[in-house]
T-cell receptor, first 111, second 112 residues
């Protein structure tokens, strides 16, 4: 089975722009979670989607949003980018509510 | 790596020795725990998990121990190899598949 895939792998944006990241879960997995990883804060939970519905949400501002499609693929969007949004964004998938498997991440740099 | 700024605890071991990585978790209501390994430039890789109704679980060369009384989790790696060099994270959640709360990570360095 193919693992979790994320696109793009690297992105460079400037402050004020918006960005959309994409995640394709492992085939058959219906839950997709997003995490932000930074040197200062470590790994932090953003949100989780299951059957196209947001099921859990972390403590991030409303500039961070996401969605899930009927094929379980998910996107996250960050609007009005700030320098502090530079991070590795990780997507993880699970069957329903069990072990989460991570993709390689998207490295976002905000200049 | 991703966590240089956190001043990660570092464990340095000789190849062939056993490694023990410790983790204190935060929520007494957590009932599912996972260990992940993250190599530079990659996403976290699942190693082993354990549910709160168990206190020990073994995998291939790895063992996880759970002490709910003191909210402590440990990962033991037998016969550590250079390929085990990575940052190791423990994660906890109240229910499997929900929001994972990660520890700060421990950097394991294996000397050949």
């Amino acid at each position: 089975k193919a693992g979790v895939t994320q696109t793009p792998r690297y992105l460079i944006k400037t402050r004020g722009q918006q960005v959309t990241l994409s995640c394709s879960p492992i085939s058959g997995h219906r839950s997709v979670s997003w995490y932000q990883q930074t040197p200062g804060q470590g790994l932090q939970f953003l949100f989780e989607y299951f059957s196209e519905t947001q099921r859990n949400k972390g403590n991030f501002p409303g500039r961070f949003s996401g969605r899930q499609f009927s094929n379980s693929r998910s996107e996250m969007n960050v609007s009005t980018l700030e320098l502090g949004d530079s991070a590795l964004y990780l997507c993880a998938s699970s069957l329903v509510a069990d072990t989460q498997y991570f993709g390689p991440g998207t490295r976002l740099t905000v200049l | 790596g991703e966590n240089v700024g956190l001043h990660l605890p570092t464990l340095s071991v000789q190849e062939g020795d056993n490694s023990i990585i410790n983790c204190a978790y935060s929520n007494s209501a957590s009932d599912y725990f996972i260990w992940y390994k993250q190599e530079s430039g990659k996403g976290p890789q699942f190693i082993i998990d354990i549910r709160s109704n168990m206190d020990k679980r073994q995998g291939q060369r790895v063992t996880v121990l759970l002490n709910k009384t003191v909210k402590h989790l440990s990962l033991q790696i037998a016969a550590t190899q250079p390929g085990d060099s990575a940052v190791y994270f423990c994660a906890e959640t109240v229910s499997p598949g929900g929001k994972l709360i990660f520890g700060q990570g421990t950097e394991l360095s294996v000397k050949p």
